[in-house]
T-cell receptor, first 115, second 114 residues
């Protein structure tokens, strides 16, 4: 399966600022996914990022708040913009593998605290 | 609405015994189900999956059972080991053309006591 490097692993940010999270994969993948896990909650898909096209956002998530870049087949970034304490969560990227039966690989996550 | 539910927030078992983690879903259109294990400060790790055309899949100590009529799946770990202590998430996919969209349950924290 793919190996994902996600940075930063954690950060404490001031409200009103922005944080960009990076996700690097050791192999080329078509689709990359960004999830959020709010405290005590399950993981929720934010958006799907395909290389060469605009990211597709899930209901409740908008591009102005969570802009995503996907410049090539091994890299993506998620920016959390104009942060508020409600954005304090773990953010994770995920990539597909060749067969759904092998599941999807996740990065180690970015634990964001907004103060 | 919570389409995938894990109604037990926690489970404690003795080492060597069986751990049974349960998951219910509401939408019969899901066609793939997965279990993930998550340690603190790490991302979820894929454990095992099952297609909706099957009712059982086994991989070593882990077996997943699917009961489509009841919209219920379970993960059995036999024998349980202290290293299995983690949060377990079930997830489902297949509602849309985006097979990568996983809908997760809330998770069950498993503690295996030595």
């Amino acid at each position: 399966s793919a190996v994902i490097s996600q940075k930063p692993s954690r950060d404490i940010c001031q409200r009103g600022t922005s944080l960009t999270i990076q996700c690097q994969v050791d192999s080329q993948v078509t689709m990359m996914f960004w999830y959020r896990q709010q405290p005590g909650q399950s993981l929720t898909l934010i958006a799907t990022a395909n290389q060469g096209s605009e990211a597709t956002y899930e209901s409740g998530f908008v591009i102005d708040k969570f802009p995503i870049s996907r410049p090539n087949l091994t890299f993506s970034t998620l920016t959390v913009s104009n942060m508020s304490p409600e954005d304090s969560s773990i953010y994770l990227c995920s990539v597909e593998v060749s067969d759904r039966g092998y599941g999807y690989t996740f990065g180690s996550g970015t634990r964001l605290t907004v103060v | 609405d919570q389409q995938v539910k894990q109604n037990s927030p926690s489970l404690s078992v003795q080492e060597g015994r069986i751990s049974i983690l349960n998951c219910d879903y509401t939408n019969s259109m899901f066609d793939y189900f997965l279990w993930y294990k998550k340690y603190p400060a790490e991302g979820p790790t894929f454990l095992i999956s099952i297609s909706s055309i099957k009712d059982k899949n086994e991989d070593g100590r882990f077996t997943v059972f699917l009961n489509k009529s009841a919209k219920h799946l379970s993960l059995h770990i036999v024998p349980s080991q202290p290293g299995d202590s983690a949060v377990y998430f079930c997830a489902a996919s297949g509602l849309t053309g985006n097979t990568g969209k996983l809908i997760f349950g809330q998770g069950t924290t498993l503690q295996v006591k030595p």
